[in-house]
């Protein structure tokens, strides 16, 4: 079983950068594909990112060029990195995993989950 768990968020103003960390313990992650999701109030869950095992990445359209998906091995952490931070993005965000080498883009894909960390972007 994996455990993981996101810290790093927090509230920003609009334009500042965070980056929020997911460590991950009981097994290695090194190979398995990584993704940050995200869910504001009274919104469905939504992909922003994701790395494969290969380090690989993908973004949503509204944060490419913005948010940065990176992973150290060592530590079996995933990491991203949130730069001109907009209060559109403010949302919990979950950090999740599979099993398979290849990333997903749907929140159905992913078999485990993080507890979520809250950023807030005010303006």
């Known amino acids: 079983q994996v455990q993981l768990v996101e810290s790093g968020g927090g509230l920003v103003q609009a334009g500042a950068s965070l980056r929020v960390s997911c460590a991950a313990s009981?097994?290695?992650?090194?190979?398995?594909?990584m993704g940050w999701f995200r869910q504001a109030p009274g919104k469905e869950r939504e992909f922003v990112a994701a790395?494969?095992?290969?380090?690989?990445?993908s973004y949503a359209d509204s944060v490419k060029g913005r948010f940065t998906i990176s992973r150290d091995n060592g530590k079996n952490t995933v990491y991203l990195q949130m730069n001109n931070l907009k209060p559109e993005d403010t949302a919990v965000y979950y950090c999740?995993?599979?099993?398979?080498?290849?990333?997903?883009?749907?929140?159905?894909?992913?078999?485990?989950w993080g507890q979520g960390t809250q950023v807030t972007v005010s303006s």
């Open positions: 999740a995993g599979r099993y398979e080498s290849f990333y997903g883009i749907r929140w159905q894909e992913y078999a485990y």
């Open positions: 009981g097994r290695s992650i090194s190979r398995n594909a």
């Open positions: 790395i494969s095992g290969s380090g690989s990445t």
